[in-house]
């Protein structure tokens, strides 16, 4: 038996590492979460005739998950396999992809020799310079996310090359991306549109910083730099018949702060004034909360200010627990107008067969998660997998 300091030094590195944490998954997932009764929440999403958008927060692949990824047969698509039977419920789905996902560009920005592994430390790296292999994307659009938000500030980690080829990456999987723009299209637009139900919506994205990196070219959105241009896009695509509705996602805020600044506060209701629909925050790796905003012209919305870590390594308990968000965009005045939102609890757990975001009343441990939320976000709100079932009138299975 080792010394007794030994054992108390093990267990701080096992906390610090996440290595002592549930090593099965026998207990998680149910295969299928059934329809029967009537559903609880009091919140109204997924109604007939409504454009349900469900956002979730940081794409966030620190070394340990991309080292994940290589390990599984099916990639980064397995960390995602729990959570995307409810993604793909809503007509349009987003994330913030915080990082580069470009194929064979070095540190410095710099185009390389394909190393011919998903991770290597140096093509394909973790903190504080990130590039993720372009894999990841097409893993992320098979999981049902239908847009990428690419403003945040790790946007500019592998330079101007570097969100070249992370467009492309993102282009080829079919899927439009907001907040950065290539070299090639340097007078091309910041926003994204996703069609649904016969609507288009708009995203636009933005980023307070890009860590003091370069930007040559301004490819990169920044959102209180370019603030006047930010406002005056949301006024246009507002204005625009052929949009339906415009949602803005700022990166922004304090990192590990649960409370909003002055400067959230003051942009997000700035973006609804001019005509935004919902403002959807990401940056500061834990909740931050869901303020409901009335407009002077008579429009509800709401400011959602920080939806946490979707998926990555830091395990503190307000870092890996978060929730998809989902709202229902519903015709108005001015066009279409945001509903007030619900929120299904979501947890990262490290599992002997390998690392996993899911709701987290299936994850082991998953009740500490789900209070989490439900203090920072509330409980009205809240969103059971059974709730879902029922607003769906059809049971939900998860992939195995």
Do not use: K
């Not at 969103?383 to 079932?389: N, P, Q, R």
Request: proline residues 8%; contains cysteine.
């Amino acid at each position: 038996m080792r010394p007794a300091p030994f054992r108390v030094w093990l267990s701080a590195a096992c906390l610090a590492l996440a290595g002592c944490v549930p090593v099965s998954e026998a207990t998680a997932p149910r295969a299928c979460i059934g329809a029967d009764g009537t559903a609880s929440a009091s919140r109204a999403v997924f109604q007939p005739g409504a454009v349900t958008v469900a956002a979730v927060g940081d794409v966030l692949m620190h070394v340990l998950l991309q080292q994940d990824a290589r390990e599984q047969p099916r990639g980064y698509a397995a960390q995602f396999a729990h959570v995307a039977p409810y993604l793909r419920l809503a007509d349009i789905a987003v994330a913030n992809l915080e990082g580069p996902a470009a194929r064979n560009v070095g540190p410095g920005g710099r185009a390389t020799s394909d190393p011919g592994m998903i991770f290597d430390g140096t093509v394909y790296s973790g903190y504080p310079a990130f590039n993720y292999h372009p894999s990841l994307i097409p893993a992320l659009s098979g999981a049902g996310f239908d847009l990428l938000q690419t403003a945040n500030n790790h946007a500019m980690d592998r330079g101007p090359l570097g969100v070249d080829r992370t467009l492309e990456a993102i282009a080829a999987a079919g899927l439009p991306a907001t907040g950065t723009r290539p070299r090639s299209d340097p007078d091309g637009p910041w926003h994204g549109v996703v069609s649904a139900g016969g609507h288009r919506i708009a995203f636009l994205a933005c980023s307070f910083s890009a860590n003091g990196m370069a930007d040559p070219n301004r490819q990169l959105l920044r959102c209180y730099r370019d603030e006047a241009s930010v406002l005056a896009q949301i006024r246009a695509l507002g204005a625009d018949p052929a949009i339906s509705a415009v949602i803005f996602l700022p990166h922004w805020g304090a990192e590990y702060v649960e409370t909003p600044d002055a400067n959230q506060r003051r942009l997000g209701r700035a973006a609804l004034e001019a005509g935004a629909a919902a403002v959807i925050g990401t940056h500061p790796h834990v909740l931050q909360p869901i303020e409901p905003y009335r407009t002077s012209d008579g429009r509800d919305g709401f400011i959602a200010y920080s939806l946490g870590n979707f998926i990555s390594s830091q395990w503190r308990l307000n870092q890996r627990s978060s929730a998809i968000l989902f709202f229902d965009l519903v015709p108005g005045a001015g066009g279409m107008q945001a509903r007030p939102p619900a929120w299904l609890p979501t947890r990262v757990t490290r599992y002997t067969s390998g690392v996993v975001v899911q709701p987290a009343e299936q994850a082991v441990d998953g009740q500490e998660s789900t209070a989490h939320v439900a203090r920072v976000l509330g409980r009205e709100g809240m969103l059971s997998l059974a709730d879902i079932a029922r607003l769906q009138g059809r049971a939900i299975c998860t992939s195995p």
